[in-house]
């Protein structure tokens, strides 16, 4: 069979750079799925792209789909035939529908029996004609965070919705233009071609910037699109900006702070540069965290550390006039002097002034205002202060003032630096330490990925107290994530405070011995099983990043709401470890084999004077030797000490189902034995269900 190359770009107007590596990924996902649902061989498949192209590239598919031969059964052979063998009614009905010569028809045979039918033969169709069609599947496959209605529909007539609107294609199979059309409302379809277009305003020598080329081949059109000012490999921009930076900050005298992701910045542009900036020194005097956010976040420069100076990344070859650095140094001097008015202005009010202004800022409309949400989480912080013996006045303080800079102008004009800027102005404002650093960081932990954590024990209070108050207060209401929608984060909320719980000793030396039972009843409302059932799945979730689902499965079993999420973390680690063992694996299969012997039973008491075997004598004996170690270890939290204790059982447990018949006709000897079971199944079931553990050979 023939193969030859698919190219396929797809030319847009500016994605933005968080979608373009997932849309990257996910256009060659699609490709791959779609290409082989048509039952098209492809080999190599690979997709690259900048903010204004996707590309597609297959450098060996098959000219068609291989021919195959399919059984088409009809009726049963019994219903078929009649008593003389000729055909019935509902046979001949089968060959007229399917267009065949009664005499074609043949008696299948298949698992369910003999049915008459007949083989047909498919020939494979020409790629050429598929691939629109396949085409069509993956422009509707690809997924965006939001679409843009562009009044465009295709072949199928249906809306055609898509990240940003599609301004030209290239769509060759070998030499031949695959046909494809965009019709779009109003304006001139887009049409497939072979011609593209490079940087939208450099061009190579003797050519104007944006002006179509055509091309013949991938190959080509990687080289004539360099040669045009756009590199399409993601990594090969990356490493462009990241040789410039380095430059750069050789020529400064200054390193890059951190906070800004270079690949994302590269994928704001198709031909990356950049350009060395200054800011006066005045506006040294505003936080650090003031002036990254507005380079980091408003203008996606990067800072250089400890001097009033920036690189600003460009989609440019050069700046040989110094208009780009101008123009950057002018902005950002811009909202530098707005930044540095409001710094002062708010620091006028007092925090504690601003509380009564949280009235008129709306938390939800089901909820009340900003000033509600404050008075219900002072209260859980207080709680959880009174459970884990932490001081009550400074939690109470940093509870009170945490939503204060909520009406500050500054949070007004940069709302990235909520609770930050709470902090600053509480410091600034003489607030203890321990205060200001609470309001600072209370809303850390974000999510799994990002390093930021509360700084001290009162800030790890505060932040699990406004998480707690925003989950069950939200779910009160009815508002219940769904799928992939979470518009008011809850997700997030439940991981955060997941991960307080886990390394809030580590990390502040704050063992939080409380358990998410506990916290959750705290809130201002009932607690719903919806919201158990959620948090339970958030904590699945975590844990799942490191542990084995049946490792979640056993341990989760034993109930992960009602004991401390660290505890539920050192049993998990203690399954892990010990899973891997001979001994620990037959543990679990006999686990599994009590299980079920026990199930629909109501064990009594073991008396040691029934036994008449010597294999449950050893057993029993066994186990009232090793019940209060194993139980002591189990308690002090040594749950690896405890199992490997367990686990030298194997051979006793072994013995007994060799020798001894556990559901023996006399019905004294089978209720001491079901009994001797129950308490097996009762030690060894302290630290996880083993009956969860998936035992395979080898």
Known sequence: MKKLPFLWEIGCEEIPASWLSRTIRELEERAKKELAEAGLDASGVASSGTMRRLVLHVP??????????????????????????????????FAKKNGLDPKDLTVLTTPKGEYVGFERSTKGQKTLALLPDVMTKILRGLSFPKFMNWDATLGDGKPFPFGRPIRWMVALYGTRVVPFEIHVSGSPSVKSGRKSRGHRFL?????????????????????????????????????????????????????????????????????????????????????????????????????????????????????????????????????????????????????QERSMRLDGVL?????????????????????????????????RRAAALAKCDLVTG?????????????????????????????????????????????????????????????????????????GSRDPFALRRAALGVIRILLESHERLDFPLEVTPNELLALGDAPVDDKLLEFFTERLRFVFSRKYRHDEIAAVFALGALDRTVTDTAQRLEAVRALRGSADFAALSSAFKRVRNILADTKPGRVDPSAFSEKEEKELYSALEAMEPTATAKIEKGSYKEALLELSTLRPKVDRFFDEVLVMAEDETLRDNRLALLHRLRTLLGQVADLSEIVVTDG
């Open 60 to 93: 060996k598919l098959a000219d068609k789909q291989p021919d195959r031969s399919e059984q088409v059964t009809g009726p049963p052979l019994r219903v078929a035939r009649d008593d003389n063998g000729a055909w019935t009614r509902a046979a001949l009905g």
């Open 410 to 482: 500054m949070v007004g004009e940069f709302p990235e630096l909520q609770g930050i800027m709470g902090g600053l102005y509480a410091k600034e404002q003489g607030e203890p330490e321990a205060v200001w650093k609470a309001i600072y960081g209370h809303y850390e932990p974000t999510g799994l990925e990002e390093d930021g954590f509360p700084e001290n024990r009162e800030g790890a209070v505060v932040a699990l107290a406004d998480k707690l108050d925003t989950l069950v207060s939200m779910f009160s209401v009815g508002l219940v994530p769904t």
């Open 363 to 395: 938390f939800h409309a089901k909820l009340g205002s900003y000033r509600e949400k404050s008075k219900r989480t002072v209260a859980i912080a207080l709680a959880i202060a009174a459970k884990t013996e932490t001081r009550e006045a400074p939690v």
């Open 203 to 351: 061009a190579s020598k003797g050519r104007r910037g944006g002006a179509p080329f055509t091309v013949t081949s991938f190959r080509e059109l990687k080289s004539t699109l360099k040669k045009n000012y756009v590199i399409l490999d993601p990594d090969e921009r990356r490493e462009r900006l990241m040789k410039e930076l380095r430059k750069l900050e050789k020529k400064a005298g200054a390193r890059c702070a951190p906070g800004l992701d270079p690949a994302l910045v590269a994928d704001l542009t198709e031909w990356p540069g950049a350009v060395l900036g200054a800011y006066p020194k005045e506006f040294l005097s505003l936080p650090e965290e003031v002036r990254h956010t507005v380079l980091i976040h408003h203008q996606h420069y990067f800072p250089l550390k400890k001097k009033p100076g920036f690189i600003a990344p460009t989609n440019m070859a050069a700046d040989k006039k110094g208009n780009m650095r101008t123009g950057a140094e002018r902005v950002v001097v811009a909202r530098l002097r707005d930044a540095k008015f409001f710094w002062d202005d708010d620091l006028k009010t007092p925090l």
